[in-house]
Structures are given as structure tokens and as C-alpha cells.
């Protein structure tokens, strides 16, 4: 019988790796469930979205009236007075595909559409020829101010959620670590694309949202009087893209488990008019994350 003194350094290895995957299991994978916004009138931002991007209106759970995004929600609260949209939390776009950009965007200006960014060819970011036409990208300014990409992809669904982080390779391996989101790409070096810091960087693949996540750095170049004596990032609960929202199969046996890997629970699990099971918790760079039982459906 062989000693574990003359055992193979790679057969240790090899039951090492097996025992650590054995105490250390992925959790059962969430799904992308709804991003929440606030805004001063729901129902002309619901009008808003259906109008302007694929996406249909109903209702959620026949509790409230959102958007139905392919795959998940927007969600909406009503506020008294516009929500903070500055890019100080960790959330700083939501996006949707346009499979001819050019196209697109002339006929959404024609349409009234306003843009905070104009149609721009970002091709090098992309690992295309710089100025190519191959890919391109434009900010909507949407309702209370919600920062929308509309960009080049080979369909115009509701397609991606773009965070900002202090450490984006950290934040994408903690929402694998508790959540089960697959991480798709991670890249700890840092990357300069025209004088911009768009790495270290990271991506995560929850259903049909791709989840992006660059540097600090970028919100500091950015705008640097917002981040001129900031180091770290506002919560974003009480802004105008106010937290985003998984589902799970068990909430109970999920808040369980989160508690005990020592994910901060910021509220309990409770149920509105026995519809609706969530719970709240707090995610990398003070995102508030919203926990639903079931997934999402479109009545």
C-alpha cells in the first residue's frame, strides 16, 4: 500500500481539489429576476420602455405593473421627487441589442428618443479595427435619468446589466461563490482603452442578461468632480436603479445558507398578500440585492 509519504504529488493534489469541492458545493444557480427602478410616474416609464425597446407591458404577480423584458421584470417604484441617478453606485447601465446600430439609432432620434451619448463607434473596445462599424453603442437617457445602452448585438432583446466595481474580479467570484451565477470571463490586469481604465474586468451570465463589471477607475476618469474625494461607492438602494433581483427555488434554505457564508441579510423573508416570498440582501460595492422564491414568469 502506498504511504501518502511516497504518494504521487499530483494523486494528493488530485484529492485535495476533490476534497475542497466536496465542502465547498456551488449553490443552486439564481436567476436573473427583475432590476427595480424608482421613478416619479410608473406608468409613463412603463410607456416609455414598451415604446422604445422589445419589451411588453404587464402585470407582476397581480400586485403592480411593470415591463416584461423576454426573460424578467423592470419593476417600478413610485417617488415623490426624482431619485439620485448620478454613476456613484455600482450600477451604472442597463442595456439593450440592436442588430443594425446605425438603423437603430436614426430611427429612435426620429422618434423622439433623448440620448445622453450620441451614436459611437467603439469597435477597439471589442478586440474589432478601431473605427471599423463593427460595433457600436449609445446612451438613452431614460426615465428619472436611468442611463440605457443601446448597442451593436445579433438580436434587440433586454441583454446586459453593466456595474462598476473596486474589485470586479472579487465581485464577479461572489456572485458565483453565493448566488451560483457563472462566471463567463475575468481578467485581473488592468487595460487602458482610449485613456479609459476598462479592466481588471469581469462578466457573469445570469440567463439571458449578460452582467459586466469594470473598474472604479473608469467612474473616476469619468467624472471625476463626482469622484473627486470619493473612494468608494453609495448603496444603491434609494437611487433611481434601486437594486437588482434574483430568484431561488427555497428562499428559507437560501438565506440559511447565505447567512452562515456570512452574507450580510439586510431583511428578513416575508411575503406580500401571500403572492410573493422575497428577502433582501446586501452584494459586492453595496449593491441591494432582492432574493424572490420561484422564477420569473409573464402571467
Same mark, same amino acid.
Given at each position: 500500500?502506498?504511504?501518502?509519504?511516497?504518494?504521487?504529488? =499530483?494523486? /494528493?493534489?488530485?484529492?485535495?481539489?476533490?476534497?475542497?469541492?466536496?465542502?465547498?458545493?456551488?449553490?443552486?444557480?439564481?436567476?436573473?429576476?427583475?432590476?427595480?427602478?424608482?421613478?416619479?410616474?410608473?406608468?409613463?416609464? /412603463?410607456?416609455?420602455?414598451?415604446?422604445?425597446?422589445?419589451?411588453?407591458?404587464?402585470? $407582476?404577480?397581480?400586485?403592480? &405593473?411593470?415591463?416584461?423584458?423576454?426573460? *424578467?421584470?423592470?419593476?417600478?417604484?413610485?417617488?415623490?421627487?426624482?431619485?439620485?441617478?448620478?454613476?456613484?453606485?455600482?450600477?451604472?447601465?442597463?442595456?439593450? +441589442?440592436?442588430?443594425?446600430?446605425?438603423?437603430?439609432?436614426?430611427?429612435?432620434?426620429?422618434?423622439?428618443?433623448?440620448?445622453?451619448?450620441?451614436?459611437?463607434? /467603439? *469597435?477597439?473596445?471589442?478586440?474589432?479595427?478601431?473605427?471599423?462599424?463593427?460595433?457600436?453603442?449609445?446612451?438613452?437617457?431614460?426615465?428619472?435619468?436611468?442611463?440605457?445602452?443601446?448597442?451593436?448585438?445579433?438580436?434587440?432583446?433586454?441583454?446586459?446589466?453593466?456595474?462598476? *466595481?473596486? &474589485?470586479?474580479?472579487?465581485?464577479?467570484?461572489? =456572485?458565483?461563490?453565493?448566488?451560483?451565477?457563472?462566471?463567463?470571463?475575468?481578467?485581473?490586469?488592468?487595460?487602458?482603452?482610449?485613456?479609459?481604465?476598462?479592466?481588471? *474586468?469581469?462578466?457573469?451570465? #445570469?440567463?439571458?442578461?449578460?452582467? /459586466?463589471? $469594470?473598474?472604479?477607475? =473608469?467612474?473616476?476618469?469619468?467624472?471625476?468632480?463626482?469622484?473627486? &474625494?470619493?473612494?468608494?461607492?453609495?448603496?444603491?438602494?434609494?437611487?433611481?436603479?434601486?437594486?437588482? +433581483?434574483?430568484?431561488?427555488?427555497?428562499? &428559507?434554505?437560501?438565506?440559511?445558507?447565505?447567512?452562515?457564508?456570512?452574507?450580510?441579510?439586510? #431583511?428578513?423573508?416575508?411575503?406580500?398578500?401571500?403572492?410573493?416570498?422575497?428577502?433582501?440582501?446586501?452584494?459586492?460595492?453595496?449593491?441591494?440585492?432582492?432574493?424572490?422564491? +420561484?422564477? #420569473?414568469?409573464?402571467?
Amino acid at each position: 500500500m502506498t504511504s501518502i509519504r511516497r504518494a504521487s504529488p =499530483y494523486l /494528493i493534489a488530485a484529492c485535495l481539489a476533490a476534497l475542497a469541492s466536496a465542502q465547498d458545493p456551488k449553490p443552486p444557480q439564481a436567476h436573473f429576476h427583475h432590476l427595480h427602478l424608482n421613478v416619479t410616474d410608473p406608468k409613463a416609464a /412603463i410607456n416609455f420602455y414598451t415604446a422604445k425597446f422589445d419589451c411588453e407591458k404587464a402585470n $407582476f404577480a397581480g400586485l403592480t &405593473d411593470g415591463v416584461w423584458a423576454q426573460k *424578467s421584470w423592470l419593476l417600478f417604484t413610485g417617488v415623490r421627487t426624482a431619485a439620485p441617478s448620478e454613476v456613484v453606485s455600482t450600477i451604472w447601465h442597463m442595456g439593450w +441589442g440592436a442588430e443594425d446600430m446605425p438603423a437603430a439609432y436614426k430611427k429612435q432620434v426620429e422618434s423622439g428618443t433623448p440620448f445622453e451619448t450620441p451614436l459611437t463607434d /467603439i *469597435s477597439g473596445l471589442v478586440g474589432q479595427a478601431p473605427n471599423s462599424g463593427k460595433f457600436f453603442f449609445a446612451y438613452v437617457d431614460g426615465p428619472g435619468h436611468a442611463l440605457i445602452e443601446l448597442n451593436t448585438s445579433n438580436n434587440h432583446r433586454f441583454g446586459h446589466l453593466h456595474l462598476l *466595481s473596486a &474589485d470586479p474580479v472579487a465581485a464577479a467570484e461572489w =456572485y458565483e461563490k453565493h448566488l451560483g451565477i457563472p462566471v463567463r470571463g475575468k481578467s485581473p490586469k488592468e487595460r487602458i482603452w482610449n485613456e479609459f481604465p476598462v479592466g481588471p *474586468s469581469a462578466s457573469l451570465q #445570469a440567463d439571458n442578461v449578460n452582467i /459586466i463589471i $469594470f473598474p472604479m477607475a =473608469y467612474a473616476k476618469k469619468q467624472w471625476p468632480d463626482l469622484w473627486k &474625494d470619493r473612494n468608494e461607492f453609495e448603496t444603491t438602494k434609494g437611487r433611481v436603479m434601486d437594486h437588482v +433581483g434574483f430568484s431561488v427555488d427555497n428562499l &428559507d434554505e437560501a438565506i440559511a445558507r447565505l447567512k452562515s457564508e456570512g452574507v450580510k441579510v439586510t #431583511a428578513e423573508p416575508r411575503s406580500i398578500a401571500g403572492k410573493v416570498k422575497f428577502a433582501f440582501i446586501e452584494g459586492p460595492d453595496k449593491m441591494s440585492i432582492e432574493l424572490v422564491e +420561484g422564477q #420569473a414568469v409573464n402571467p
